[in-house]
C-alpha cells in the first residue's frame, strides 16, 4: 500500500488548471475564451502530520527500524508518561506465528524487551513445547507497547493510540498463524467482550490490526503462573491446537 502524498497545490497551478477546465468547456460549447475570469487562489495549506503510529496501513518506504523507533519515541498516549522504556517487540522477520500478548511488564519496561520476566520465561517454555521459539520462527508483541501503571489492565484509548503499531508490525511481518495470549489480546482484536474460556479452544480467523491469519487464542502464561491447577492443562490443549493446525500447513518447527 502506498502512501505518497501529492505536494499541496499553489495558487499558480489552482489558476492554470480553473483556466484549462475554462477552455475545455468553451471548446464543448462551440465556442473559445474570450478572456479569463480574475481567479484569486490561495497556496493550499501543508496537510497535517501523520499520529505517531503512523495511521492505518504501511507506507512503501516503512522499516523495522522506523517503526521500532518510532514506537520509542511515540508520546501518543499516557502510557509514555510513566514507562522507562517501549517494547516494539522481538523475534524473527516473516514467522510462522506472531504471539500477541497485552502489554509490558516492569521486567520489559527495565528491558526494553518484551515477555522476559517469568511470565515470559514460561511462554518461551511453551512455544518450545510444540517447536517454536522468538530466535527461530516467532515474534513477540503486545496490544501496548508501554507498561500500564500497577499492571492494570489498558484503557480503550491507549489500546487504540498502539493500533496503528500493531498494525504495521503485522504487515511487516507478514506471519501465517497468531497466537493470542490473554483477555486483553482477544478482546482488543477480536472486538469483543466474551471471556477467554469462551474464545479458546478453537481455530479462528483474525481479520484485525493488519492480520487476515488463523488464530487460537490461549491463558495469559501469567494466569497459569497464578492458577497452574486450573489453566494448565486448557493452555497446553491450546498449544496442541495451534501446533496441528501448523502441521497441516506444512510447518515442522524446530528440530
Known amino acids: 500500500m502506498e502512501c505518497q502524498e ?44 501523520p499520529p505517531p503510529g503512523g495511521g ?10 522506523k517503526l521500532e523507533a518510532d514506537i520509542r519515541g511515540c508520546t501518543a498516549c499516557r502510557l509514555s508518561q510513566e514507562r522507562k ?39 518461551d517454555k511453551m512455544l518450545a513445547a510444540i517447536g517454536l521459539s522468538r530466535e527461530e520462527n516467532c515474534f513477540i508483541a503486545n496490544v501496548v507497547k508501554c507498561r500500564p ?4 489492565d489498558p484503557y480503550p484509548d491507549e489500546t487504540a ?3 496503528p503499531f500493531l498494525e504495521r508490525q503485522a504487515r511487516l511481518l507478514n506471519p501465517s498463524f497468531a497466537l ?12 469483543t467482550k466474551e471471556s477467554i474460556g469462551r474464545i479458546r479452544g478453537r481455530v479462528g480467523r483474525l481479520e484485525a490490526a493488519g492480520l487476515d491469519v488463523p488464530f487460537v487464542a490461549t491463558y495469559h502464561p501469567s494466569a497459569l503462573l497464578r492458577n497452574p491447577d ?17 502441521e497441516d500447513s506444512g510447518f515442522r518447527g524446530t528440530k
Not at 468553451?26 to 501543508?46: H, K, T, W
Not at 486450573?230 to 501448523?246: F, G, I, T
Open 161 to 163: 493510540a498502539c493500533a
Open 56 to 65: 492505518r496501513g504501511i507506507c512503501s518506504d516503512d522499516s523495522f527500524e
Open 6 to 49: 501529492r505536494a499541496p497545490m499553489t495558487a499558480d497551478e489552482k489558476t492554470a488548471l480553473a483556466r484549462l477546465l475554462d477552455v475545455a468547456g468553451a471548446v464543448v460549447r462551440g465556442g473559445y475564451v474570450e478572456a479569463f475570469a480574475d481567479y484569486r487562489f490561495e497556496d493550499s495549506p501543508e496537510p497535517e502530520a
Open 149 to 152: 501503571p500497577g499492571n492494570r
Open 180 to 191: 493470542l495470549a490473554g483477555r486483553i489480546a482477544c478482546q482488543s482484536l477480536l472486538g
Open 230 to 246: 486450573e489453566y494448565r492443562r486448557p493452555a497446553w490443549e491450546d498449544l496442541k491446537l495451534l501446533r496441528s493446525a501448523l
Open 85 to 123: 522504556n517501549a517494547v516494539p517487540g522481538e523475534g524473527v522477520r516473516n514467522p510462522a506465528v506472531m504471539v500477541i500478548g497485552e502489554g509490558p511488564g516492569a521486567d520489559e519496561d527495565e528491558s526494553g524487551r518484551p515477555f522476559v520476566g517469568k511470565a515470559g520465561q514460561l511462554l
